[in-house]
């Protein structure tokens, strides 16, 4: 399980964090939504050990993990894809996940069996050799994943996966992030596309202006009166749930 408690985090005079706060468990997804500029990246940038927080602990099955960097948090089972995938066009699909799997593996051929597993279970193995400089978008988050994967996480940080993805790929997304829960990962997601959001979460946090103002289910948050007055500068109408849009600029950010 991961643990955040009390995190804060500053740049110069700008107070970007203020006392987060949540829980993700394992075989289960947390997707983190917020307007832009709510702190969604810089959170986690300090889980990833991108950041250190000015103040707070990040903990990983009880082990503090606060600050370490990120090729330590990597080792102890925190992984991560980014929006931009660091993904090499000029190799192929099966040379991008084999390279991954040699920092774990005891030899190439170990590497390449590991590497074969992950890109079946995504359902790449047809692409294997195909330069992912030639694939489209979605496919190339699916290579991100089994680049993830094969590390055998503890804690799959997502970043905004399905940015850019026509409706038909955020299905097939979402079906492939619902494979890595399979595996008992601990999902945490920066998400924008309420489509995912509300396909895949198993809890929801909401922030607004570097805090978390509200936490539980979609449905629980989406009725929170504070988590509307962020999105949409109003106080909740008659209705009994409001739909966020979690692309939506907060108040005074228009």
């Keep these: 399980m991961l643990s955040v408690s009390n995190v804060a985090k500053s740049f110069g005079g700008l107070h970007v964090l203020h006392d987060v706060n949540f829980t993700a468990d394992s075989a289960s997804i947390t997707a983190l939504i917020g307007p832009n500029g709510a702190g969604k990246s810089t959170l986690v940038n300090i889980i990833g050990g991108v ?21 330590t948090a990597f080792a102890k089972g925190i992984t991560r ?6 993904n090499v066009g000029s190799l192929n699909v099966f ?3 084999a390279v991954a799997a040699y920092r774990q593996a005891r030899g190439y051929r170990q590497a390449n069996a590991l590497a074969r ?8 193995w047809e692409y294997r050799d195909q330069q992912l400089g030639s694939i489209p978008t979605a496919l190339t988050r699916l290579v991100d994943f089994a680049r993830a994967m094969v590390s055998r996480p503890k804690v799959l940080l997502l970043d905004e996966v399905m940015a850019g ?13 619902g494979t890595c829960r399979e595996q008992g990962v601990a999902i945490v ?3 924008h596309v309420m489509q995912a959001v509300e396909a895949l979460a198993d809890h929801v946090v909401v922030l607004n202006q570097g805090q978390v103002i509200a936490s539980g289910s979609l449905g629980d948050v989406s009725r929170n009166a504070e988590v509307v007055e962020a ?4 106080p909740p109408s008659e209705r009994d749930e409001v739909r966020v849009p979690a692309d ?3 108040k005074g950010q228009q």
């Design 51 to 71: 950041l250190k927080p000015d103040a707070g602990r990040v903990h990983l099955d009880g082990e503090d993990v606060t600050g370490v960097p990120s090729a």
């Design 81 to 86: 894809t980014f929006q931009i995938s660091g």
């Design 95 to 97: 040379e991008s996940v």
């Design 117 to 124: 597993a992950e890109l079946e279970r995504f359902e790449l």
């Design 165 to 177: 993805l026509t409706p038909h790929e955020v299905d097939l997304v979402i079906r492939q992030v």
């Design 189 to 191: 997601m920066i998400e």
């Design 231 to 234: 999105y949409l500068g109003t």
């Design 248 to 250: 939506t600029p907060a």
